[in-house]
């Protein structure tokens, strides 16, 4: 079941600057990829276009069902909201607490409040902060503070989760301990596509790895390293 389709999708920028050159891949349900590739290959443009922050100069890109080129300006909070997003800085907000950050984004669909609280602590506990519900994203470590990130990404089960760098800036050890949430997260049948350039994480996985650079897909194996 096909979650993610670009077909001959290449995406140049005003200046000219060809950041996707006729890019084809499909990317079922259940699948976890990794995107890796040297700085300015196209990594950041792929995943823009997954979530409409740009638009393909040509070519079709479709996402969970949505047209990225095709569909409504107003359908795209619902495209966003049908996807969990994982940044590298967290982007959490700062005077709200561990609770309300992960409750917010379940507040904005208008769920019911017994709904929120169950859900809330349930994503907690998959992350393992259910003691930590009332501090503030300045009380935490980097870690804790991504793994608060994650716990809101995943409140809505959104089918598809989008991870840019989630790690980038982590210790090792700490990347560990969030890529076995990626890792659960996944069992549970969500598709993940992340972007890193952590080839430690990349070839001990052994998952998809998607090879971009020059703005071309120079690899795509079903389960592999960073490198072959
Ligand atoms: P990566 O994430 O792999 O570093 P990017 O997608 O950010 O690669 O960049 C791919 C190419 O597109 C680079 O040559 C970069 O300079 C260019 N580029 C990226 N974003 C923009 C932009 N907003 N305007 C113009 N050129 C851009
Ligand atoms: P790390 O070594 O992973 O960066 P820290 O040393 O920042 O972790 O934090 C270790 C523990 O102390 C964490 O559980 C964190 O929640 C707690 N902690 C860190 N800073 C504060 C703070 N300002 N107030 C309360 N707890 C804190």
């Known amino acids: 079941q096909p979650m993610i389709t670009m077909e001959h999708v290449s995406k140049k920028y005003e200046n000219d600057a060809l950041a ?12 976890f990829v990794f995107i890796v590739g040297p700085s300015g290959a196209g990594k950041s ?5 997954l979530l409409r922050e740009t638009l393909p100069s040509s070519g079709t890109v479709k996402v969970n069902g949505y047209n990225i080129s095709k569909m409504k300006n107003k359908d795209v909070p619902y495209l966003r909201r049908s996807l969990g997003i994982v940044f590298q800085d967290y982007r959490l907000l700062p005077n709200k607490t561990v609770y309300e950050n992960v409750a917010f984004a379940m507040r904005v669909i208008e769920a019911p409040r017994r709904l929120i609280q169950r859900s809330v602590i349930s994503v907690l506990d998959v992350v393992g902060l259910k003691e930590k519900y009332r501090c503030f994203p300045s009380q935490l470590s980097g870690g804790e503070q991504q793994r608060v990130a994650i716990a809101r990404a995943i409140v809505n089960q959104p089918s598809i989760v989008i991870a840019d760098e989630p790690t ?29 350039h952590n080839k430690d994480i990349v070839d001990t996985m052994q998952r998809r790895v998607i090879a971009i650079s020059d703005g071309k897909i120079i690899r795509d194996v079903a389960q592999g390293g960073y490198d072959d």
């Open 45 to 49: 443009t792929f995943m823009r276009l």
């Open 168 to 196: 980038g800036n982590l210790d090792p050890e700490t990347t560990w301990g969030i890529m076995e949430i990626f890792h659960r997260i996944n069992q549970s049948g969500t598709t993940i596509v992340m972007a890193t």
């Open 20 to 31: 996707l050159d006729d890019v084809n891949i499909t990317i079922n349900k259940g699948e």
